[in-house]
């Protein structure tokens, strides 16, 4: 099994900046990719920021310039830096880990694993 250990979050006041963090661990090969996604009540889970394990970065276009994904692949972490937060940033943020498992007859498959996300509240 894999287990997804988010911290962070909590309540600030627009403008200012939080950080998240996410670690894996468990029984897998390897980590395709790791990343940050948001969800609101009532909407679609909105992708926020991406790296797969080539370097490969990629943004929401609502923070791109504010917030910024760092990764640790051998450790298994990833951070979320997120600078001039506005209401609209407000959400549940979840980590997302996409990791390789060996599979018998079809070599490495990649299954995506959630942390049980974490509340970020926006608000004077």
């Known amino acids: 099994q894999v287990q997804i250990v988010e911290s962070g979050g909590g309540s600030v006041q627009p403008g200012g900046s939080l950080t998240l963090s996410c670690e894996a661990s468990?029984?897998?090969?390897?980590?395709?990719?790791m990343g940050w996604y948001r969800q609101t009540p009532g909407s679609q889970r909105e992708k926020v920021a991406y790296?797969?394990?080539?370097?490969?970065?990629s943004y929401g276009d609502s923070v791109k310039g504010r917030f910024f994904i760092s990764t640790d692949f051998a450790k298994n972490t990833v951070s979320l830096q997120m600078n001039s937060l506005k209401p609209e940033d407000t959400a549940v943020y979840l980590c997302n880990v996409d990791v390789f498992k060996e599979s018998p007859g079809l070599g490495l498959l990649a299954y995506p694993y959630w942390g049980q996300g974490t509340q970020v509240t926006v608000s004077a």
């Open positions: 790296e797969f394990s080539s370097s490969r970065t």
């Open positions: 468990g029984n897998f090969s390897s980590i395709a990719g």
